[in-house]
């Protein structure tokens, strides 16, 4: 089975805090993403990358930066946490070429709260 | 503006009886249609795809329709369980890596 892992299911940060959220995939996957989740909302793109270094701006990238230095690994990187940051944080990988078939595969989520 | 609306916000049924979500797009390519489970406070998980030539598909007690002429999906339910119990998301795609996501129908199966 394909697994999305996320580091931390639940934080607290303070404001301004740096804030570093890890997800990690073992289906060697070409694309990963970066969602947030607010109710009324639904799923909202950040960024997503569909190659090593590589990296694109979704629909709502300010006050995020990626990393994908591994192919398994996505990281998103608050640089200085705001409370409108408070959210819920959906990582997701996807086949890329002729894999893909546009399903999308998720972590757990991590709820990230900003005090 | 591609956009993807669901109905109802949310639901509330007793267990066994059957329920129909609905699934209107403006999205422009069609690509294809996914439905997404989200149970609470876990990531979506897909159920169904629908292409373009594709009317109807079954998942077990899932059964999606699409009807691409006037841009509309349904998910029935049949015979609810409580384990039904979850967000359903609809998901179309407008091609490579373009995806617009419904807000949901959060649905309740009582007991």
């Known amino acids: 089975d394909v697994k999305v892992t996320q580091s931390s299911r639940y934080l607290v940060k303070r404001t301004g805090e740096k804030v570093f959220l890890e997800c990690v995939q073992d289906?060697?996957?070409?694309?990963m993403f970066w969602y947030r989740q607010d109710p009324g909302l639904g799923l909202r793109l950040i960024y997503f990358?569909?190659?090593?270094?590589?990296?694109e701006k979704g629909d709502i990238p300010e006050g995020y930066s990626v990393s994908r230095e591994k192919k398994e690994r996505f990281s998103l990187i608050l640089e200085s946490a705001s409370t409108n940051q408070t959210s819920m944080y959906l990582c997701?990988?996807?086949?890329?070429?002729?894999?893909?078939?546009?399903?999308?595969?998720f972590g757990e989520g991590s709820r990230l709260t900003v005090l | 503006k591609n956009q993807v609306e669901q109905s109802p916000q949310s639901l509330i049924i007793l267990e066994g009886k059957n329920c129909t979500l609905q699934c209107n797009y403006t999205v422009s390519p069609f690509s294809n249609l996914r439905w997404y489970k989200q149970d609470t406070g876990r990531g979506p998980v897909s159920l169904t795809i629908m292409t373009f030539s594709e009317n109807t598909k079954s998942n077990g007690r899932y059964t999606a329709t699409l009807d691409a002429d006037t841009k509309q999906s349904s998910l029935h339910i049949t015979a609810s369980q409580l384990s039904d119990s979850a967000s359903y998301i609809c998901?179309?795609?407008?091609?490579?890596?373009?995806?617009?996501f419904g807000t949901g129908t959060r649905l309740l199966v009582s007991p």
């Open positions: 997701a990988s996807g086949g890329g070429g002729t894999a893909n078939t546009g399903e999308l595969f």
């Open positions: 289906m060697d996957h070409e694309n």
């Open positions: 990358s569909y190659d090593v270094k590589m990296k």
């Open positions: 998901v179309v795609s407008a091609g490579f890596q373009k995806l617009v």
